[in-house]
């Protein structure tokens, strides 16, 4: 009898081959198959644009929802999407291209973005931390109703009534389970909120130290390889 139900998996550093890449381990895809169909539904979650994650969840082959945005926006397929959040971050991110755009540049995916938007470094910084910590204070100051974080791959501006453990649990109410009946995994400290709530909450080996320090498990191998072993052992009963 399979002990847990649901799979919650972040994208980036979790199933992409290392978490300096895009580069997804397609070994994944055919692992998350297999655990669907051993009864073990799968969603992605990420801060990603939901067209992004929700093309990945259609192209695997999923059954489970695909969360974008840090958790403001999921599709369940068949055109569904739920939106979580009443506020838009775009106004904080026009401000933070005037005062910051000789350091920060817009992502890509913002044009398919409506509530958590994204920015990248337009070059090296000596201390990143120190200057996030900066653009943290002075944003969250001027616009109390968003918060900054950095995943490592960007800095987001996320309405503060959305996150990727709310978006979950609203899923799992769904669904009908319980948090027992869930693992989640993932490598960043933007993972901390839903992998904490899990009834058994994975870190990569690779992951940031802060999430590693709530995870109940910590795997042997990095990013994806990490993945596969628990994808390995949760279909062969070993955990």
């Not at 945005?69 to 999921?74: K, R, V």
């Not at 068949?78 to 350091?103: I, M, P, Q, T």
């Amino acid at each position: 009898m399979v002990k847990y139900k649901l799979l919650a998996v972040d994208i980036d550093g979790t199933i992409t081959i290392d978490r300096n890449t895009y580069k997804l381990d397609l070994n994944v895809v055919s692992y998350m198959r297999l655990l669907e169909k051993h009864g073990i539904m799968v969603v992605l979650l990420s801060s990603n644009a939901l067209p992004v994650v929700a093309g990945l969840k259609r192209y695997f082959g999923l059954k489970g929802p695909a969360v974008g945005e840090t958790g403001a926006l999921i599709y369940f397929g068949n055109d569904e999407v739920v939106r979580l959040s009443k506020y838009s971050a775009k106004e904080a991110l026009k401000y933070v291209l005037e005062k910051y755009g000789d350091y920060l540049k817009e992502s890509w995916q913002n044009p398919f973005r409506l509530h958590d938007f994204a920015l990248k470094l337009k070059k090296p910084i000596g201390d990143v931390k120190g200057f996030i910590s900066k653009v943290k204070a002075d944003v969250e100051k001027r616009y109390p109703y968003i918060r900054v974080s950095y995943s490592g791959f960007a800095v987001h501006l996320t309405p503060i009534d959305v996150s990727k453990a709310k978006a979950l649990e609203l899923i799992i109410e769904r669904y009908g389970l319980s948090t027992d009946e869930v693992v989640a995994i993932g490598d960043s400290v933007m993972d901390i909120d839903y992998v904490s709530m899990a009834g058994l909450g994975v870190a990569v080996s690779n992951a940031d130290e802060e999430l590693k320090a709530v995870a109940k498990y910590v795997t042997k191998n990095p990013s994806s390889s990490g993945f596969i072993e628990l994808a390995e052992m949760l279909l062969e009963n070993k955990i």
